[in-house]
């Protein structure tokens, strides 16, 4: 049996970050994530930085890590929940309690209040919000530590309050008919912190499978939506809503008034934040027409963080459950090209070995955060629960979490429509 360190080499060399063949511990020091990687964490005293799985877990070969994986998931019973997004790997997920989209993971971490610990198995923006609607004394966990999310990053609290700030100079509070003149919305990819914004400026979150049902809660609260990080989530939901897109200026946050005139922002519909996810970003019309001359009868669904022309050109968009219940619903024989993240498009075709199913990307295109989600860590973290250590716990500032628990149970009230 191979070591985790060998089998991680002998990945498909095809992914588009050369990194990935490496173990995640080899270049999870590189900066950014981590303790304090969202300006709502609490900072363990001392700081437990990334990269530092202790080489026997580096060492272990894969199926004493997974039999270490399932004895402490025995031993801890229903003291643990473990949940994964469908984003991280089948070795990763082949061990979760729940899996889902990160609309039923922020429901998933409600239902069981009795766990001691949620061991969350997908990024840190999921961790946070585990943490935020979970009951106090619950431990939340991630894993990883540098297992970030390079979008939620494209947007900090400075930048939201100047925006903020800006707007409300420009547009004063509220609208003749006594809505607000802008409502805030962050999508769940997002800090703690702009969550918390959001709850203490009348405003919500949302999740790629809710947006549509947010910005109508939105709407009847607000003549405008300021929507953040992720431009592409915003246009094509708002464009899916008949808004036309001179009615969406873009926030460009190094720019006065976001590089937009007074009077851009007073017809605005929705201002949309200078953020993507660089998964998605890849996704292109070209590729789409590849696939649909390569394969006639081809059906095309991507996820809503892909660009417009992209959402445009498919037949169907939706969050990643969205896109399990298309395939799910397809019939044997049929063929379907899957824009969004790699494990769940492969999973996907595994499941449906009777269906040709495959990514529109070929170059392959791993979220590569997600991916440092390992059951090296999976296992340390367990074993740690099994000793009575809490390691890699996150915890988010009382103060930040009430507020952020307003606009998150907003966004769990606000279902998906389909
Ligand atoms: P879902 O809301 O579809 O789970 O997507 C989360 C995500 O990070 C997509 O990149
Ligand atoms: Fe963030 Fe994109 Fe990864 Fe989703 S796929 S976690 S948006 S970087």
Same mark, same amino acid.
């Given at each position: 049996m191979t070591s985790v360190q060998q089998s991680i080499a002998l990945a498909?060399?095809?992914?588009?970050?050369?990194? =990935? /063949? #490496? &173990?995640p511990w080899v270049f999870d020091?590189?900066?950014?994530?981590?303790?304090?990687?969202?300006?709502?964490d609490v900072l363990p005293d001392p700081v437990v930085r990334p990269?530092?799985?202790?080489e026997a877990y580096q060492q272990m070969d894969e199926a004493e890590l997974h039999r270490r994986i399932r004895a402490a998931k025995q031993t801890l019973g229903d003291r643990l929940v473990v949940l994964g997004h469908f984003y991280q790997r089948d070795e990763v997920v082949q061990h979760a309690d729940f899996v889902g989209d990160s609309f039923q993971l922020a429901n998933a971490a409600l239902?069981?209040?009795?766990?001691?610990?949620i061991v969350f198995c997908g990024v840190h923006f999921m961790a946070e919000t585990a943490d935020i609607l979970s009951r106090p004394d619950q431990h939340v966990v991630l894993?990883? =530590? /540098? #297992? &970030?999310c390079s979008m939620a990053d494209m947007a900090d609290e400075d930048s939201v309050e100047t925006a903020w700030e800006e707007l409300l100079d420009v547009?004063?509070?509220?609208e003749p008919d006594g809505r607000a003149s802008v409502v805030p919305v962050t999508y769940m990819n997002s800090s703690a912190a702009l969550k918390a914004f959001c709850g203490r400026n009348g405003g919500i979150v949302c999740t790629s499978s809710n947006a549509a049902t947010v910005l109508e809660w939105a709407f009847q609260r607000g003549r405008r939506v300021l929507f953040f990080p992720d431009q592409h989530l915003g246009r094509n939901t708002a464009k899916a809503m008949g808004?036309?897109?001179?009615?969406m200026p873009m926030w460009?946050?190094?720019?006065?008034?976001?590089?937009?005139?007074e009077e851009a922002l007073r017809s605005a519909s929705v201002i949309l934040w200078h953020g993507f996810c660089s998964v998605h970003r890849r996704f292109s019309v070209a590729q789409i027409e590849q696939a649909r001359a390569q394969h006639a009868s081809v059906k095309v669904v991507v996820h809503p963080e892909c660009p417009m022309p992209v959402v445009d050109a498919a037949d169907a968009a939706g969050s990643t459950d969205f896109i399990r219940k298309y395939v799910a619903a397809s019939q044997p024989g049929d063929v379907i090209a899957i824009g969004t993240e790699v494990n769940l498009v492969n999973r996907l075709a595994a499941e449906h070995p009777d269906r040709t199913i495959f990514c529109l990307d070929p170059v392959i295109c791993p979220c590569s955060t997600m991916y440092r989600i390992h059951p090296g860590y999976l296992a340390w973290v367990l074993d740690g629960l099994v000793e009575g250590e809490v390691r890699n716990e996150i915890v988010v500032d009382a103060a930040v979490a009430a507020d952020a628990r307003v606009a998150l149970e907003r966004m769990l009230a606000a279902l998906p429509k389909s």
């Open positions: 498909p060399q095809s992914s588009c970050d050369a990194d =990935l /063949a #490496a &173990g020091l590189s900066p950014g994530y981590g303790p304090g990687a969202s300006e709502a990269g530092q799985l202790p239902t069981r209040p009795d766990a001691e610990a894993p990883n =530590l /540098a #297992a &970030g547009l004063g509070e509220t808004i036309g897109l001179d009615a460009d946050p190094r720019r006065p008034l976001g590089g937009n005139t």
